[in-house]
């Protein structure tokens, strides 16, 4: 393990934990209000939601897992030249907002404004983008990832930029007023 694999690692250690505790601050803090963040969205699809957050994260830890442990950073290739320590800076755009948008909702649940809103669905659109920039990355990782695991990588990043871009990015604005 490279050093920029070592510190891709603490910086997803310390998001991981300021996300988590992100929704734990926000469901807290707002008490009995959790059902609100969901809008509008109509039950039938809640389950598949919910599934899709379950696979999302579960997708999340085979990408991850195959960067800091399986990839060669060493020989690691990116459009333009770029070094791997590019991915770090993909993954703020995947955590930083993660740990915002409940705080931001609940802020535009209590004031609505267009600001807000449009704030709101900024800072989902970023995790979206990150996430299918994730993908790019993976894809372009075929040539130096040792071949066993980088299919399931390539798949779980897949399904975490379904749930980000497509449901939280695109589907869940629709239905949320």
Known sequence: MTLSQKTLLIVNIIGGILVLGSYVFGLVSN????MELWGNLPEAIRPVYTASMFAAAAGYFFFL??????ANANTFKLP???PFYTVHIVFMMILV?????????FAYIDAPSVWMWALVRVTLFT???GSALLVAILMSLKAT????FWWP?????????????????????????
């Open 153 to 177: 990588s390539v798949a779980g990043a897949t399904v975490f930029t379904f749930h980000t871009l497509v449901l939280d990015a695109t589907v869940w604005p629709i239905y949320f007023h």
């Open 97 to 105: 907002p993660s740990a915002i948008w409940m705080s931001l909702t």
């Open 65 to 70: 897992y195959h960067l800091v442990f399986r």
């Open 80 to 82: 333009f030249g770029l």
């Open 31 to 34: 008490p009995g209000r959790g």
């Open 127 to 129: 995790v979206g983008v």
């Open 145 to 148: 990832s040792p071949g066993q």
